[in-house]
């Protein structure tokens, strides 16, 4: 059975930071395209950060200098590293994992970030 279980969200005042995990199973973690997505009250779901198998990354724009997206492949999880935070990053963040047309997802976690 596929599981991805994000952790580390919670509350914290603007310009703070927070370090999201996801640690996976029941995949081959290495060989998934792994990526955060966030979905704020009232919006759509986005992606905010993606690495690939090769550890290429691409951010979101609102994002970009802020998060940082990285791999641990001996341990099957994916981090995010938010700096800066601004109130509008206030959303469920969400786990993915993509190989082609496949794609798993963990239940998120809410960030709250207060002004």
């Known amino acids: 059975q596929v599981q991805l279980v994000e952790s580390g969200g919670g509350l914290v005042q603007a310009g703070g930071s927070l370090r999201l995990s996801c640690t996976t199973s029941g995949i081959i973690f290495s060989i998934y395209t792994m990526g955060w997505y966030r979905q704020a009250p009232g919006k759509q779901r986005e992606l905010v950060a993606r690495?690939?198998?090769?550890?290429?990354?691409n951010y979101e724009e609102s994002v970009k200098g802020r998060f940082t997206i990285s791999r641990d492949n001996r341990i099957n999880t994916v981090y995010l590293q938010m700096n800066s935070l601004k109130p509008e990053d206030t959303a469920v963040y969400y786990c993915?994992?993509?190989?082609?047309?496949?794609?798993?997802w963990g239940k998120g976690t809410l960030v709250t970030v207060s002004s």
């Open positions: 690495i690939t198998i090769g550890s290429s990354e």
């Open positions: 993915n994992a993509n190989k082609r047309a496949v794609d798993y």
